[in-house]
């Protein structure tokens, strides 16, 4: 063994592994791990920054330590600190283990027979991860403790952090640090639908996985679950509890409370505070390389990815072109205004299977076009016809490969699945038997808010539910022009009887907005006159002056309990907002109303704006009675002809107490015809043009009214009239002429 000696004033104590025990146990430099702990702080397998923050909340400088390489010397000697100025650097070296009396070991010195043992070096399996776990102590603290208190950040394995691949059945742990190791081709026996990048809790299986395969040795699983607790006490993290960021950004941040507090006045957030954050950008490409050419099942690129770029890659990437094709798949199309949408994104897609070592060829498991209507086997870009390159979401001018990138982007995704098998159902669906449900489960909920208040004073308590909130970027030279004309902000769809379904208090809104409203369906009664249940409002122009309204209210009529007593309305109203009834000096323009008044039950009457808000007979020109009856209102104006069908008869009402009937042709009237047979059974036949007679008139029997005329003058030619001795005739304008009755 190597004593070394150490310098009094040094301060820090170093347990690390090094390059060359390394390069001894898994072929130079394949796997490195390490574990620095300074001044008892936490340990770093990165990059050390060149500053610390104390408890005073000052950063401070500190010197960077270098190892010593195989002569002696530092593999570092110097290095820029943040101003720009060379620093020395503190030379170093590493130590894999200590005597009980703590001389310490060098890591060359370890043999094979101290992997895995106390004092010794961590053993890694085949899959680089630790095989046992890490003994001794540093500063009398075990790693162990160092590890679970936060002080060492290494892939130690713990009780409560188990990441071995290749446990029996039992000892699969609940939290999984990557499924599977990164491997070049789907040959090397890596699951392509689980990524080596994430971290699993549960649904691992019990029987642990094949090491040969990769894959589960039993499709049955451990249940497991996830639970975070706490509080998002301040703007650190930007209030948020849990944090979802679909992003490549190293410092993306959540857009909770985006001020840099700082700053001072003006840049403090309001306080609010988040459950869980989900924050998507359209996520650009790892890399972007120029492709040579494309084949059925690879492409080659024309220059080389760099061994960094290599590291990024993985199996079951997204792999883009910028190829595209119009004349299989829609490239743009209209929106049901008949304006342009954004094309829709025709690449050329594939994922990734494997690659060369050399970085010039990627394997793709085929080349398609998922929106295409047809999807030839052996296909690849350019060489369809119509294949193209795209100019609106790249506009490269030469064909290239975007990898590790996604088309679109979505916060969340649910997805419910209900299969009826596992409930007892028949899996042939020939027939309704029931037999042998382990699944009791019939019933799945998407998103559902919950809202428990116990509260003494009003408006004590505000709720926001679901906001969709859109808007343009602060300073973006495009406004609302930006979006197509068919976004949206909800869309619900689907075969279902109840596409939305709206219960809430009959004394609140339904639906309230700037042009439509619905109300709870509280209705009218004596202390409120008027209620009104919905309302669709459009401006008549541009300028958005007045905003024309059709609405439905209901108006209490009288105090009958019940539909009798009220009347429902369908009307316009110019002027106003929706939900806010029937303002002061504002009437409808016309309306529907059924049970006008209270007293036409079962029937329906169509009136002019003159009513005012309730209708009244005055400007009612129609009603239709229950038993079908037609009334007309106070005049009746016909453009054209009225026609009696079917041999129907015209009965003219008697219109006072003496029987008399009236029936006036008003001035101007262009013509006017009845022929009807009187109730005696005789004809009648009237003409009259501009109020002079032409016709004749054949009946039974007149009943006139006996009178004489007021003088011998003031008549109109054709006019005449009776008394007990004369029948007065007007020959002449102003000249009555008369002849003298005799006895019958």
């Excluded at 574990?35 to 990165?46: E, I, N, W």
């Excluded at 042939?428 to 004073?457: F, M, N, P, Q, S």
């Amino acid at each position: 063994m190597r004593n070394i000696r150490q310098q009094k004033n040094l301060k820090i104590i170093i347990f690390s592994f090094l390059l060359q025990v390394m390069e001894m146990f898994f072929f130079r430099c394949k796997f490195i791990f390490c574990a620095l702990l300074l001044l008892t702080d936490s340990a770093l397998c990165a990059p050390i920054p060149q500053t610390y923050r104390d408890t005073d909340g000052q950063y401070h400088a500190f010197a960077l330590a270098s190892t010593l390489d195989e002569s002696g010397n530092p593999r570092v000697r110097a290095y820029k600190d943040n101003n720009g100025q060379w620093r020395q650097t503190v030379p170093i070296v590493s130590v894999c283990s200590v005597e009980t009396n703590g001389t310490p070991h060098l890591c060359t010195d370890l043999s094979a027979e101290n992997v895995g043992k106390p004092n010794g070096i961590a053993g890694l399996d085949s899959k680089a991860n630790l095989t046992n776990n890490l003994a001794g102590s540093i500063n009398g603290t075990s790693v162990e403790n160092l590890v679970n208190a936060g002080n060492i950040i290494a892939p130690i394995k713990t009780s409560s952090l188990d990441v071995d691949l290749t446990a029996g059945q039992g000892s699969q742990p609940l939290i999984n640090a990557g499924r599977f190791p990164v491997v070049t081709g789907v040959a090397n026996s890596a699951d392509p639908f689980q990524s080596p990048d994430a971290l699993q809790i549960g649904g691992l299986p019990t029987k642990g996985w094949n090491t040969k395969t990769g894959l589960a040795n039993n499709e049955i699983a451990r249940p497991g679950s996830l639970v975070i607790a706490g509080q998002p006490w301040g703007p650190f993290n930007a209030g948020t509890l849990e944090s979802l960021l679909f992003t490549q950004n190293i410092d993306a941040q959540n857009g909770i409370c985006t001020l840099d507090w700082r700053q001072g006045a003006g840049h403090i957030c309001v306080g609010d505070g988040v459950g869980q954050y989900i924050g998507v950008i359209n996520a650009p490409a790892f890399m972007v390389p120029p492709v040579s050419k494309f084949t059925a099942t690879s492409v080659v690129l024309k220059t080389p990815l760099t061994a960094e770029q290599i590291t990024q890659l993985r199996i079951g990437m997204y792999i883009n072109t910028n190829i595209i094709n119009n004349t299989r798949a829609p490239y743009t199309h209209s929106d049901t205004w008949g304006g342009s949408q954004t094309p829709q994104s025709n690449f050329y897609l594939g994922v990734i299977s494997g690659w060369s070592a050399d970085g010039t060829t990627i394997n793709v498991s085929a080349w398609d076009i998922p929106q295409a209507s047809d999807h030839p086997s052996g296909q690849f870009p350019g060489q369809q016809t119509g294949d193209t390159i795209d100019t609106f979401f790249s506009n490269y001018g030469y064909p290239v490969v975007f990898i590790g990138n996604p088309n679109n982007g979505s916060a969340r995704n649910e997805y419910l699945a209900y299969d009826g098998s596992r409930a007892g159902d028949d899996p042939t669906g020939k027939t309704t038997a029931v037999t042998g449900g382990t699944a009791t489960a019939h019933a799945l909920t998407a998103d559902e808010i919950d809202l428990r208040y116990w509260a003494t004073r009003k408006n004590e308590v505000h709720l926001d539910g679901i906001t969709v909130s859109v808007a343009g970027s602060f300073g973006t030279p495009m406004g609302r022009e930006a979006l197509t004309q068919d976004s949206f902000a909800m869309a619900l769809s689907g075969d279902i009887h109840n596409l939305l379904k709206l219960d809430g208090p009959t004394d609140g809104n339904a639906i309230i907005g700037h042009s439509f409203y619905v109300g709870g369906g509280k209705g009218s009664d004596s202390a409120s006159k008027l209620y009104e249940m919905s309302d669709i409002g459009a401006f008549p122009d541009s300028q958005g002056s007045s905003l024309m309204r059709l609405t439905t209210f209901m108006t209490k009529e009288t105090d009958t309990v019940g539909p009798g007593g009220n009347a429902m309305h369908v009307g316009i109203i110019n002027g106003g907002s929706p939900g806010d009834g029937m303002p002061s000096g504002l009437a409808a323009w016309g309306q529907v109303v059924f049970n006008q008044g209270g007293t036409n039950n079962g029937g329906v009457s169509l009136c002019g704006g003159s009513g005012g808000n309730t209708g009244s007979d005055s400007s009612c020109g129609i009603q239709v009675d229950y038993n079908g009856t037609v009334r007309l209102g106070p005049q009746v104006n016909a453009q054209g002809p009225i026609t009696m069908m079917n041999g129907q008869r015209m009965t003219f009402a008697p219109a006072d107490k003496n029987g008399w009937s009236y029936w006036y042709a008003p001035s101007g009237v262009g013509g006017l015809t009845l022929s009807a047979k009187t109730y005696q059974g005789g004809d009648a036949s009237l003409t009259a043009y501009n109020g002079t007679f032409t016709g004749s008139v054949t009946a039974r029997r007149y009943q006139e009214t006996l009178s004489s005329p007021a003088s011998s003058s003031a008549c109109k030619v054709g006019e005449f009239t009776d008394d007990a001795d004369y029948h007065y005739v007007c020959v002449a304008e102003n000249t009555w002429k008369r002849v003298a009755l005799s006895s019958y």
